[in-house]
């Protein structure tokens, strides 16, 4: 037997799941790497899926589906606080720069 719409879902939840491991574990350049290859598989099986699915293929889906957006909410909610936290480090080297500036001014125009 051929692989089933389940099997390729299938695959693309335990792509998900790694996903949210990464992401858990701050592993940060390897969910870029690995969300590409998520982002791609997942488009190919959506648009390859056949128009007649079983009802129990159905059912089962409907379970992985759910399972696969409340991972990408968990997902979608550590990359938003990641962001927050790099616009501070951001925001805190911008600042350090101005600083640095400002005293390299002074310094060097006190020679002048």
């Given at each position: 037997?051929?692989?089933?719409?389940?099997?390729?879902?299938?695959?693309?939840?335990?792509?998900n799941?790694?996903?949210?491991?990464?992401?858990?574990?701050?592993?940060?350049?390897?969910?870029?790497?690995?969300?590409?290859?998520?982002?791609?598989?997942?488009?190919?099986?959506?648009?390859?899926?056949?128009?007649?699915?079983?009802?129990?293929?159905?059912?089962?889906?409907?379970?992985?589906?759910?399972?696969?957006?409340?991972?990408?909410?968990?997902?979608?909610?550590?990359?938003?606080?990641?962001?927050?936290?790099?616009?501070?480090?951001?925001?805190?080297?911008?600042?350090?720069?101005?600083?640095?500036?400002?005293?390299?001014?002074?310094f060097?125009?006190?020679?002048?």
């Open positions: 037997m051929g692989k089933t719409v389940y099997d390729d879902y299938e695959t693309i939840y335990q792509l799941l790694d996903l949210l491991d990464m992401v858990k574990q701050e592993k940060w350049e390897e969910f870029i790497q690995m969300a590409e290859v998520y982002i791609t598989q997942l488009h190919e099986v959506l648009a390859n899926q056949p128009d007649d699915i079983l009802p129990e293929e159905k059912t089962s889906l409907a379970v992985i589906l759910g399972n696969l957006l409340e991972n990408e909410d968990e997902i979608e909610k550590t990359l938003r606080n990641r962001l927050d936290v790099l616009k501070k480090e951001m925001s805190c080297l911008h600042r350090g720069k101005k600083g640095s500036e400002a005293y390299s001014t002074q060097t125009s006190a020679f002048h």
